[in-house]
């Protein structure tokens, strides 16, 4: 419901058009939803949290390398996941010639919120940020013009602490897309049981089939 939603940038959805949908959490989950050509839409079943880390100036480059040496091939969920925060406090404390205690995601981001941890609210940021680029990739892939949704146990958490984050900047800074980009709205779901809605809309689906 759109009671449910909070827009962070973005005009106006094109109706009708795909839509895209990831959700940070344990992992990183990445969906779509495509218009079936019939008034509904087909979900997409993929893998897609798995697609590479693309690092976009020298201090993420910095971050890939201690990522790469320590896992090998780096993916999206490797950062943007609760052990991915995790990694991403460690690595920036490295970084910066620190080393910061080991910390949970809950607890990195408790931090961050309350002000009272540079390198929590340093490691959220980033972590918002890197999401903006992992967004834009999705929603350039699936055309997805309809808008982007974002849920999962994370996001969701942060609040205004998102909404004023660099996360709607690195979504839009995609060079000559950019401006395709720039009206895409984007919504954070605060929904407190999305995945039942979503069973629940399978199975009526499923039952009109039958």
């Given at each position: 419901?759109a009671?449910?939603?909070?827009?962070?940038?973005?005009?106006?959805?094109?109706?009708?058009?795909?839509l895209?949908?990831?959700?940070?959490?344990?992992?990183?989950?990445?969906?779509?939803?495509?218009?079936?050509?019939?008034?509904?839409?087909t979900?997409?079943?993929?893998e897609?949290?798995?697609?590479?880390?693309?690092?976009?100036?020298e201090?993420e480059?910095?971050?890939?390398?201690?990522?790469?040496?320590?896992?090998?091939?780096?993916?999206a969920?490797?950062?943007?996941?609760?052990?991915?925060?995790?990694?991403?406090h460690?690595?920036?404390?490295?970084?910066?010639?620190?080393?910061?205690?080991?910390r949970?995601?809950?607890?990195?981001?408790?931090?961050?919120?309350?002000?009272?941890?540079?390198?929590c609210?340093?490691?959220?940021t980033?972590?918002?940020?890197?999401?903006?680029?992992?967004?834009?990739?999705?929603?350039?892939?699936?055309?997805?013009r309809?808008?982007?949704?974002?849920g999962?146990?994370?996001?969701?958490?942060?609040?205004?602490?998102?909404?004023?984050?660099?996360?709607?900047?690195?979504?839009?800074?995609?060079?000559?897309?950019?401006?395709?980009?720039?009206?895409?709205?984007?919504?954070?779901?605060?929904?407190?049981?999305?995945?039942?809605?979503?069973?629940?809309?399978?199975?009526?689906?499923?039952?009109?089939?039958?």
């Open positions: 419901p009671a449910e939603l909070v827009q962070v940038g973005g005009g106006s959805a094109v109706p009708g058009a795909p895209a949908l990831l959700g940070a959490g344990t992992g990183l989950g990445v969906s779509g939803l495509i218009p079936d050509g019939q008034g509904g839409w979900p997409l079943a993929g897609g949290g798995h697609v590479s880390f693309a690092p976009f100036d201090r480059v910095a971050v890939w390398r201690l990522a790469h040496a320590r896992f090998g091939h780096v993916s969920e490797r950062l943007l996941s609760g052990t991915g925060m995790a990694f991403l460690q690595a920036l404390g490295q970084i910066a010639g620190q080393t910061p205690p080991e949970s995601a809950a607890e990195i981001t408790r931090l961050a919120l309350d002000g009272s941890d540079a390198l609210r340093d490691t959220v980033l972590f918002c940020t890197l999401l903006g680029t992992v967004a834009a990739d999705l929603t350039i892939t699936l055309g997805a309809g808008g982007v949704y974002i999962g146990g994370i996001v969701p958490r942060l609040g205004d602490f998102f909404r004023h984050s660099p996360f709607r900047q690195r979504f839009e800074d995609k060079g000559r897309t950019s401006p395709y980009l720039r009206d895409i709205p984007v919504w954070v779901i605060h929904s407190p049981w999305p995945a039942l809605l979503g069973a629940a809309a399978a199975l009526d689906q499923f039952l009109q089939s039958h």
